[in-house]
């Protein structure tokens, strides 16, 4: 993986995270609801794991944003 495509997934897992808070969610609600392990959720937030699309869609219907919130940049 190059460095530029580290930092995509880097900046993709801040903005769940950063969506994920904003909208009074913890990593445990998330993952109850979406039958996921604590650790692969965090492992996403933090840019060290490739989410599916279909993982990114639970996510996002989970705290009630769309998908592609996930993909703009913060302003």
Known sequence: MTDTEKAYLYTI???IAR???QNKF???DVCAEI???KSNLS???N???NASILT???IADTIGVDV???FIPKS
Do not use: P
Request: hydrophobic fraction near 30%; proline fraction near 0%; aromatic fraction near 4%.
């Open 26 to 28: 913890s990593q445990l």
């Open 13 to 15: 897992g801040r903005n």
């Open 56 to 58: 990114l869609k639970r």
């Open 35 to 37: 039958k996921m392990e």
């Open 68 to 70: 592609g919130d996930f």
């Open 47 to 49: 840019g060290r794991q």
């Open 43 to 45: 492992a996403i937030e």
């Open 19 to 21: 969506l994920r808070k």
